[in-house]
């Protein structure tokens, strides 16, 4: 049987995502953050098994990897009776020469994915986020974004939920472009493993899933990241709610005064919220990010915050920013002086 050519990336995280994939645009997956479509296992996700072995990388072993071995010439003698003359070898790529071991392509690795190979691949996907160029990607790129998510909800296999998450990383590092059309998507499911971190043991995952996420939101803008987590902040507890405050707070700092200023409506009831919040982390977190907001905007931010917070809150607020000033005004002074230091000593 001929297998079915692999599907493009929109259509086939629309198929195992729900997702309206629409091929005129960037906006294949952005209305799928919350798709509830059941994610496919590995061996469904990579069931293009070939049973003849079409299209697997040839090893070793493979009978097509190499013509049969032939028996050694005679070696030929120099004029000294019984002395062989050294053989040279011939350099690599030349005939009888030594060949170059390429890796698995793209296609090889996810057609060969199975329960036992699993975390062999998505280290291998890993490897080649950064090895291979966007063009090899580009037919591949939905089949993996499918094979890493689905891992991420495989809580039971040791160890798979983390090497999904670093493959992800990698692939937010050396691929970035093709997650601007699933960004919604790629947070809704880090989103979900964060909250099923609910033990002490998996503190470290949780803490994958935050840089993790801090990657995908510094590859897409800044006013598209705030859409993804302005609705985590009005709705979730902690520890997401922290989380999703903090970046709030980083991507602020990214965004210029004007942009931040026209953002102020939407980002500041949940920050407010969140500042009244019994945990302290969370309320810590929301003081910063109005810090942040102050920082940006400066004076013009006085009548927003005067306006939501409590005479309480914001003499703790004005504390805060009042030791953010001084901190900005010595590093400043620091980096002046190491100035003046480096002209000096140039001019000695």
Same mark, same amino acid.
């Given at each position: ?113 199975? &329960?036992?190979?699993?975390? #062999? /691949?998505?280290?291998?996907?890993? =490897?080649?986020? $950064?090895?291979?160029?966007? +063009? ?102 902690? &520890?997401?709610?922290?989380? #999703? /405050?903090?970046?709030?707070?980083? =991507?602020?700092? $990214?965004?210029?005064?004007? +942009? ?89």
């Amino acid at each position: 049987a001929v297998p079915t050519p692999p599907l493009s990336t929109g259509a086939q995280l629309a198929f195992d995502y729900g997702v309206h994939a629409s091929t005129s645009g960037p906006q294949t997956a952005r209305s799928a953050a919350a798709a509830s479509t059941s994610p496919r296992s590995c061996g469904a996700a990579c069931s293009s098994d070939v049973a003849d072995g079409r299209n697997l990388p040839m090893t070793s072993a493979s009978p097509l990897a190499s013509p049969a071995a032939s028996p050694p010439a005679p070696v030929p003698m120099s004029g000294t009776a019984g002395v062989a003359a050294p053989r040279v070898a011939p350099p690599l790529g030349m005939p009888g020469g030594g060949t170059t071991r390429r890796s698995p392509s793209i296609s090889a690795l996810l057609m060969q994915c199975t &329960p036992s190979t699993h975390k #062999a /691949t998505l280290r291998a996907l890993a =490897l080649a986020a $950064r090895s291979e160029e966007s +063009e090899a990607w580009e037919k591949h790129f939905g089949r993996a974004l499918i094979l890493v998510l689905d891992s991420l909800s495989q809580k039971e296999i040791q160890g798979i939920r983390e090497t999904a998450l670093l493959c992800l990383q990698e692939l937010i590092a050396g691929q970035p472009d093709f997650f601007k059309d699933f960004a919604e998507v790629v947070a809704s499911r880090l989103f979900e493993t964060y909250r099923a971190c609910d033990t002490p043991a998996e503190k470290h995952t949780a803490a994958m899933v935050d840089r993790t996420l801090e990657r995908l939101l510094g590859v897409i803008e800044p006013s598209r990241a705030l859409e993804i987590l302005v609705p985590v902040i009005n709705a979730e507890s902690a &520890p997401l709610l922290q989380m #999703a /405050t903090r970046m709030v707070s980083t =991507l602020l700092q $990214r965004m210029p005064p004007k +942009e931040v200023l026209a953002q102020l409506e939407v980002v500041l009831p949940g920050v407010v919220a969140a500042f009244s919040n019994p945990n302290a982390d969370v309320r810590k977190a929301a003081v910063f990010c109005l810090v942040d907001v102050y920082m940006s905007l400066g004076e013009q931010a006085m009548p927003f915050l005067v306006k939501d917070l409590t005479p309480s809150q914001m003499k703790l607020v004005t504390i805060y920013i009042g030791r953010q000033q001084r901190e900005r005004e010595e590093l400043g002074q620091a980096a002046s002086f190491a100035h003046g230091q480096d002209g000096t000593q140039s001019c000695d």
